[in-house]
């Protein structure tokens, strides 16, 4: 584990003018867009007492994105959204829509282009479990297979889309004001404004992981703009051999991530921060949390067995980050001390995902989904 906080963070009241596209009014046009779609509700809120007593804070809630439509992942409310939107404006009409994805991305794409009737074709990087692959066939996509890391899939994606005349549905950019990634985090604004509905009381850190840094962008923004001078203490999580968030912070700009990005929190295997995103996170973000794959499986079954009486939940490798996040900074005293974690905390997690991978989950869980849920209707 290793802890940066954040040189260039600014106080409340920085953040508008580097997301206007994060407004309550663009809110508003997700919301209202989303809500239209068959199958939607807010997912829900779990309060887990028992896990919290055990970490030693007041209280711990985590949003269930696990039960984000049929896709089991919040990515459902990005590309899908961004999709939506072009459609509206421009026409669906032989449109092929195309993107690169460690896996959810790339699902949440197929399925948006396959609502509209439109072609899908995702390109997936080396890496990628079969059953991710699947899961994106199974909504008519077409899949390319690339060699190499996401980042080089995403580049390989943008050159053929360029030549083809396809519709790039990218959750990354180069630039900051790229419409496609702030479309996409303008979906993202519904997950965060649902959670923030669901409290009573703000929650005063939010542990939220990141890839490229869409999600932990949206909180951000949403989070200011809700909260004002309450804002809660925001911590992003990133796997350590993909932890390219914190090297931005580091170097005062985006870099390139060495290395192989290998990890087994695969949907934040990213190398290069979103332009977008960073716009926002470069001064809202209060620390960078990069930790290593070890905890993962074992904060999996955590959350499966139900601590000290919880309900069990369901969340995936990459689902459960935020949360390896925070039971690695309560087992440091020095950086607990230093994100000023204690027993009065309210923290805020999102298990991003699912059992996207059904295999891959009972396979570092030890059971099923399947039987993880079933213990919800136990007598």
């Known amino acids: 584990m290793r802890l940066l906080i954040n040189p260039a963070a600014r106080p409340t009241g920085a953040l508008a003018a580097a997301a206007p596209y994060l407004s309550a009014a663009r809110l508003a046009v997700a919301k209202a867009e989303i809500s239209r779609w068959d199958g939607y509700r807010p997912t829900p809120l779990a309060d887990l007492p028992g896990l919290a007593r055990g970490l030693g804070i007041g209280t711990l809630r985590i949003k269930d994105e696990g039960q984000r439509f049929h896709l089991k992942s919040f990515k459902a409310m990005g590309g899908p959204y961004a999709i939506a939107r072009i459609a ?13 994805t460690d896996g959810n991305h790339g699902r949440a794409v197929a399925w948006g282009a396959s609502r509209l009737g439109c072609r899908a074709v995702i390109y997936v990087p080396s890496g990628v479990s079969e059953g991710r692959i699947q899961a994106i066939a199974d909504f ?6 690339t060699e190499g890391t996401y980042d080089e899939a995403v580049a390989e994606c943008a050159r053929n889309a360029a030549a083809r005349g ?11 004001h790229d419409e496609v990634p702030n479309l996409i985090m303008e979906g993202y604004l519904v997950v965060i404004d649902e959670a923030a509905g669901q409290m009573i009381e703000p929650p005063t850190h939010i542990f939220a992981q990141a890839g490229v840094g869409g999600l932990a962008c949206a909180v951000a923004a949403h989070a200011e703009a809700r909260w004002g001078a309450a804002r809660p203490r925001l911590v992003v999580v990133e796997p350590e051999k993909a932890a390219c968030l914190m090297l931005a912070a580091e170097q005062g700009h985006i870099a390139q991530f060495p290395g192989d990005l290998e990890t087994v929190m695969g949907g934040l295997s990213c ?10 996170l470069r001064t809202a973000a209060d620390a960078f949390l990069s930790i290593p794959d070890g905890g993962v499986p074992d904060t999996m079954r955590l959350l499966a067995d139900g601590a000290d009486g919880d309900t069990p939940m369901v969340a995936g490798e990459s689902g459960v980050a935020g949360l390896a996040g925070l039971i690695a900074a309560m ?6 001390l230093r994100l000023g974690l204690d027993g009065s905390s309210r923290v805020l997690l999102f298990s991003t995902e699912g059992d996207t991978d059904p295999a891959l989950y009972a396979k570092i869980v030890g059971r ?5 849920r079933g213990q919800l209707f136990r007598p």
């Open 88 to 100: 509206a404006r421009d026409g669906a009409k032989d449109r092929v829509f195309t993107s690169a």
């Open 140 to 145: 008519g996509a077409e899949i390319v297979r």
């Open 166 to 176: 396809w519709t790039v549905i990218a959750d990354t950019s180069e630039n900051a």
């Open 271 to 280: 190398g290069l921060a979103s332009a977008p995103a960073w716009a926002v």
């Open 331 to 336: 087992a440091s005293e020095d950086v607990r």
């Open 368 to 372: 099923s989904a399947d039987s993880v």
